[in-house]
């Protein structure tokens, strides 16, 4: 199982980008996606998560700010975060990840046995 994030960057606050994730076909049962962060010094973080039919869940801090939205192109076996008017605070590195559609928690890291190499977004103030 492959997973390949691009688009990151670095940007001013205020900002935008777009993160992709290709992946290949899964084996066995459907996946769902999702995208998870990791700050230097901090523990990798839920996102955002989105299943085959495109239903999504948002952590709370992501839900209300409302900045983020989590996309997917099954056409193309492509996953996206557009995220908008970045802050420094979205500084992390950023990955792409496939789990079960069995395992609904979402939010655990360990529900989650491919990941991607991840992708670095800096946001500057």
């Known amino acids: 199982a492959q997973l390949v994030e691009s688009g990151g960057g670095s940007v001013q606050a205020g900002g935008s980008l777009r993160l992709s994730c290709v992946r290949q076909?899964?084996?066995?049962?459907?996946?769902?996606m999702g995208w998870w962060r990791e700050a230097e010094g901090k523990e990798r973080e839920p996102v955002a998560t989105?299943?085959?039919?495109?239903?999504?869940?948002?952590t709370d801090s992501v839900r209300l700010e409302g900045r983020f939205t989590i996309s997917q192109d099954n056409a193309k076996n492509t996953l996206y975060l557009q995220m908008n008017n970045l802050k420094p605070d979205d500084t992390a590195m950023y990955y792409c990840?496939?789990?079960?559609?069995?395992?609904?928690?979402?939010?655990?890291?360990?529900?989650?046995?491919?990941w991607g190499q991840g992708t670095q977004v800096t946001v500057s103030s």
């Open positions: 990840a496939a789990r079960p559609v069995i395992t609904p928690a979402w939010w655990n890291e360990q529900s989650y046995p491919y």
């Open positions: 076909v899964f084996p066995g049962s459907d996946y769902c």
């Open positions: 989105i299943d085959s039919k495109g239903a999504t869940s948002y």
